[in-house]
C-alpha cells in the first residue's frame, strides 16, 4: 500500500510535470531571462508573470492551509528554526551560477526537452552537487557548520502568516494571505504590454495553479500508514538530484513527486517542442561555454540545496506557503543573479552596485 502511494504521487508529479514544462516551452518563459529583462533592460513583464504565478499559488495554498488539507509545519518550509547562513549563501551562490548557465533548474530541463544537450551537462551536474549537499560527501558539513547559525523560531510551522498572527494576538491569515495574493495578482495586470502577451498570462496562470496542485495531490494520495505526510510541490534542485541518484543507482527512488516532475517537466517541453516544430540538436559552441557551464551548475546544485530551493522552489513554493525563507532566498537569488551578469560583462563589483542603487532610487523618484 504504502508503495503503491509514493508511485500515485510520482506518476501525479509526471502529469504536473508534464503540463509544467509544455507550457514553459511554449511561453519561453525563464526565471534568469526574467531577473535579467528587468536588470539590465528595464524590462519587468516576464518578472510580473512570476508575480501572478506566486499570487495565485499563494492563494491556492493558503485556502489548502485554511481548509485543513495541508499544514506548514508538515512542509520543509516552516522549521523550528531558520539556517539564515545557509540560505544567504546559498541563494547567492544560485544566482550566479544561474547567470553562468543562462537559466535556472527548470529551464535546464525544458532546453533538455527541446534537444539542447547543454542542458543534459548542467542536469547531471546540477543533480550531483546537489546531491552531494544534500546527502553526500558535503552534507556532513552543510548540517554540522551552516545549518548551524540558525535562528530559532517559535516552534515548527512557524512562517509569515503565523508570526503576523502572533503579533496581532488573533488569527490572521485569511487576511495576509488575501493582501499578498491580491496586490501580487494585480501588481502584475498593471502592465499593459503584459495583458497584451496572452501565452506569457498563461504561463504564468499554470504555474501558479501547479504549485496548488502540487501541495493537493501529495497530501491526498499520501499513504496514512506509512508515517506523518510531507506534502510537497514543484521545486527543481534537491528534486534533481534525487532523480540522478534513482537512475543510477536506485529505481525504487523513481517513486516520488518530485522525480516525477522532473522527468514531466523534460516529457512536456519534449512534446511542446515536437508541436511546435522546434526540437533540434544543440551542443556548447566552444570549451569556454562549456566550463561556465559545469561551474554555473555545480554552484546552483550546491546554492540549492544551501538555500533550500530554487527560483521556482523558493520564489514560487515556498512564498505560496508564505515561509520565512522565501523573502531571504529571493533577494539573494537576484543579488547572485546580477553579480553574475556583471561578471559575464566584465563589470567591476563597484560600479555595478552604485549603478543598481541609483537605478532604483530612480525609479522610486
Not at 500500500?1 to 510520482?10: G, H, I
Not at 511554449?26 to 516576464?46: H, K, Q, Y
Not at 544566482?95 to 544537450?117: E, K, N
Amino acid at each position: 500500500m504504502q508503495l503503491t502511494s509514493a508511485w500515485m504521487q510520482a506518476l501525479s508529479g509526471l502529469a504536473v510535470g508534464a503540463a509544467l514544462g509544455f507550457a514553459i516551452q511554449r511561453s519561453r518563459l525563464c526565471s534568469f531571462g526574467a531577473i535579467e529583462d528587468f536588470l539590465i533592460g528595464g524590462d519587468s513583464r516576464r518578472l510580473r508573470v512570476f508575480a501572478l504565478a506566486l499570487g495565485i499559488a499563494l492563494l491556492g495554498t493558503q485556502a489548502l492551509v485554511l481548509a485543513g488539507i495541508v499544514s506548514p509545519a508538515d512542509t520543509t518550509y516552516a522549521p523550528a528554526a531558520l539556517p539564515l547562513l545557509s540560505i544567504a549563501i546559498g541563494s547567492v551562490a544560485f544566482g550566479v551560477g544561474m547567470a553562468l548557465v543562462g537559466t535556472c533548474g527548470m529551464g535546464s530541463l525544458v532546453r533538455l526537452g527541446t534537444g539542447d544537450l547543454r542542458g543534459l551537462v548542467v542536469v547531471v551536474i546540477l543533480g550531483a552537487a546537489a546531491y552531494a549537499m544534500l546527502r553526500g560527501i558535503f552534507a556532513d558539513f552543510r548540517i554540522m557548520f551552516l545549518e548551524r547559525v540558525s535562528v530559532s523560531l517559535p516552534e515548527a510551522g512557524t512562517d509569515i502568516a503565523a508570526l503576523v498572527s502572533r503579533a496581532a494576538g488573533a488569527e490572521t491569515r485569511p487576511i495576509v494571505a488575501a493582501v499578498f495574493g491580491i496586490a501580487l495578482c494585480l501588481l502584475a495586470m498593471r502592465d499593459a504590454r503584459l495583458r497584451r502577451t496572452p501565452r506569457l498570462l498563461a504561463a504564468g496562470v499554470v504555474l501558479g495553479l501547479l504549485v496548488t496542485a502540487g501541495w493537493m495531490l501529495t497530501s491526498f494520495l499520501h499513504d496514512e500508514f506509512s508515517g506523518p505526510a510531507r506534502p510537497q510541490s514543484l521545486t527543481f534542485i534537491s528534486t534533481v538530484g534525487k532523480t540522478v541518484f534513482a537512475g543510477l543507482l536506485n529505481a525504487q527512488a523513481f517513486a516520488d513527486f518530485g522525480v516525477g516532475s522532473v522527468i514531466g517537466t523534460v516529457l512536456g517541453a519534449h512534446l511542446a517542442a515536437l508541436f511546435a516544430r522546434e526540437f533540434r540538436w544543440e551542443a556548447f559552441d566552444d570549451d569556454r561555454e562549456m566550463r561556465r557551464h559545469l561551474v554555473g551548475a555545480g554552484l546552483m546544485g550546491v546554492g540549492g540545496v544551501l538555500a533550500g530551493g530554487c527560483t521556482i522552489g523558493q520564489g514560487i513554493t515556498a512564498g505560496s506557503m508564505l515561509a520565512l525563507s522565501w523573502p531571504v532566498s529571493v533577494i539573494g537569488i537576484i543579488a547572485g543573479a546580477r553579480l553574475g551578469i556583471a561578471f559575464l560583462m566584465d563589470e567591476a563589483p563597484r560600479m555595478l552596485i552604485s549603478r543598481s542603487v541609483s537605478r532604483l532610487f530612480s525609479r522610486e523618484s
